[in-house]
């Protein structure tokens, strides 16, 4: 490593070792170089925002350690960049995320990003419920999105909500969001929502043994739903309408399961929605359309 001395040669170490190993990229990042600038500066305590002044810093033995080590640790253990760093960004904002919870990425944050227009009138969201909300980044979204809306926020896991507690304290919206712990609408009886929001378990048995390693960090139970990835969905579509307020809109990201979804409910006008950032697989339908299909 005596060739290794500014933070402009780590990347480029970085970099070459993350191709050569065949680092997997999707947990924030999309590629190598900024995957490595991410975690490096990370490691030695500098803003992602600095200018490019600072590649030619020289680090001392305690910072080659550091960064060494974070390195590391994402090869040869394959674990995201996020749960190496504790942090990950969703709709524009910061969240703690560790391994109790799937970390953020659904293209969802497009959606509230945009107060869910045209789909609703934002000044009439009063009551918003997120399925399966994990680290809280969607209904912490929300109520930046709806500062006067109230955000039920459930999920089967009590770590899952430890995690999201811890975020809805940093964004100071403990006021805002009731955490939880329901399988699904079990603990609702009798409430209904202008939106109802989820990113549920959507993998299958078989995908789930293709994906890349770094995705068995995350919660198995986060990620599986049965043999086919679409046993959560299809509860949620059977279910919600009873939860729905009269003009409510239900949306869901689906994945891979969304030919399974449309081969069960073929008369169902399913809106899929379509993103700038991201893909995902996500439908739009409102409480009307589940009434009358």
């Not at 409510?248 to 169902?268: D, R």
Request: aromatic share 10%; charged share 25%.
């Amino acid at each position: 490593m005596v060739s290794l001395n500014t933070i402009h040669d780590f990347i480029h170490f970085a970099v070459t070792q993350f191709n050569k190993k065949q680092t997997y990229f999707g947990h924030g990042t999309d590629n190598s170089w900024d995957e490595a600038v991410y975690l490096i500066l990370h490691a030695l305590r500098l803003p992602l925002d600095s200018d490019q002044t600072v590649l030619n810093k020289k680090l001392t033995a305690c910072e080659k350690q550091a960064v060494l080590k974070i390195i590391n640790s994402r090869i040869k253990e394959r674990i995201p960049a996020a749960y190496l760093t504790k942090e990950s960004w969703f709709a524009g904002l910061l969240f703690y995320v560790d391994e109790r919870v799937l970390i953020p990425r659904s293209p969802i944050a497009e959606l509230i990003e945009a107060s869910f227009v045209p789909w609703m009138e934002p000044k009439k969201v009063s009551k918003i419920l997120d399925i399966g909300t994990g680290s809280g980044c969607i209904a912490i979204a929300c109520s930046y999105a709806f500062p006067k809306a109230k955000i039920d926020a459930i999920d089967i896991s009590q770590g899952a909500l430890k995690v999201a507690a811890i975020n809805c304290t940093k964004h100071k919206v403990t006021k805002k969001i009731r955490l939880l712990k329901s399988n699904l609408f079990e603990k609702l009886k009798g409430k209904t929502y202008d939106i109802i929001i989820s990113n549920p378990p959507y993998v299958g048995n078989a995908e789930m043994k293709t994906l890349p390693k770094e995705y068995y960090h995350e919660p198995k139970m986060a990620l599986l739903a049965g043999i086919g990835g679409d046993e959560i969905v299809v509860k949620i579509i059977e279910n919600a309408v009873k939860y729905l307020s009269p003009r409510g809109i239900l949306v869901v990201e689906v994945g891979n399961s969304a030919p399974m979804i449309l081969q069960k409910y073929p008369h169902l006008p399913f809106v899929w929605l379509e993103f700038e950032r991201g893909e995902g697989e996500v439908f739009l339908i409102t409480r009307e359309q589940l009434i009358h299909n």
